[in-house]
């Protein structure tokens, strides 16, 4: 079974703080992703990486970074929080294939809170 | 501008009967929809997906139709059970390997016993 390992269940950090977000797969996945999810708005994609360094931007990657220097880790970065990046941060991988057929496995989430 | 969408926030359903939850899209260069199930506390996690080559998909209990003249899918839960109850998310991609997915913002199913 895949498992996607977020480091963090719960998480509360003040505004303007540097916030990192791990994230670890134990398959051998090359793709990894980042997602928020809110309220009414599903989720969204923040980055997503194909390969060790290398890296896309999702839908919303303002205000985040990310860093995969290693195949199986992931991280998230908040380069300086603020009150809007609260919310339930989802890591998700999958191995390359037909998108149907190897869908996204996720983690359980970060919830993530910004004072 | 959303591309996806689950226009029903919630749906309850009794126990044995039909579940049926629905999704529209915008983009027809969609190649491929998946439906994802999401309990409290966990992640989201893979249910069952549908080419847009295809108009229907089945997997137990589980089935998925395509319109793609309407661009709106479904997933039908044939009997729906307690268990059941989630949220439901769907999600559509371009690409056949692509990696980018859009998703709905989901709907509460709850299955009453």
């Known amino acids: 079974d895949v498992k996607v390992t977020q480091s963090s269940r719960y998480l509360v950090k003040r505004t303007g703080e540097k916030v990192f977000l791990e994230c670890v797969q134990d398959m051998d996945h090359e793709n990894m992703f980042w997602y928020r999810q809110d309220p009414g708005l599903g989720l969204r994609l923040i980055y997503f990486s194909y390969d060790v360094k290398m890296k896309e931007k999702g839908d919303i990657p303002e205000g985040y970074s990310v860093s995969r220097e290693k195949k199986e880790r992931f991280s998230l970065i908040l380069e300086s929080a603020s009150t809007n990046q609260t919310s339930m941060y989802l890591c998700a991988s999958r191995i390359t294939g037909p998108a149907g057929n190897q869908p996204q496995h996720f983690g359980d989430g970060t919830r993530l809170s910004i004072l | 501008d959303q591309q996806v969408k689950q226009n029903s926030p919630s749906l309850s359903v009794q126990e044995g009967r039909i579940s049926i939850l629905n999704c529209d899209y915008t983009n027809s260069m969609f190649d491929y929809f998946l439906w994802y199930k999401k309990y409290p506390a966990e992640g989201p996690t893979f249910l069952i997906s549908?080419?847009?080559?295809?108009d229907k998909n089945e997997d137990g209990r589980f089935t998925v139709f395509l319109n793609k003249s309407a661009k709106h899918l479904s997933l039908h839960i044939v009997p729906s059970q307690p268990g059941d109850s989630a949220v439901y998310f769907c999600a559509a991609g371009e690409g056949k390997y692509g990696n980018k997915l859009v998703f709905g913002a989901g709907t509460i199913l709850r299955v009453k016993s």
């Open positions: 549908i080419s847009s080559i295809k």
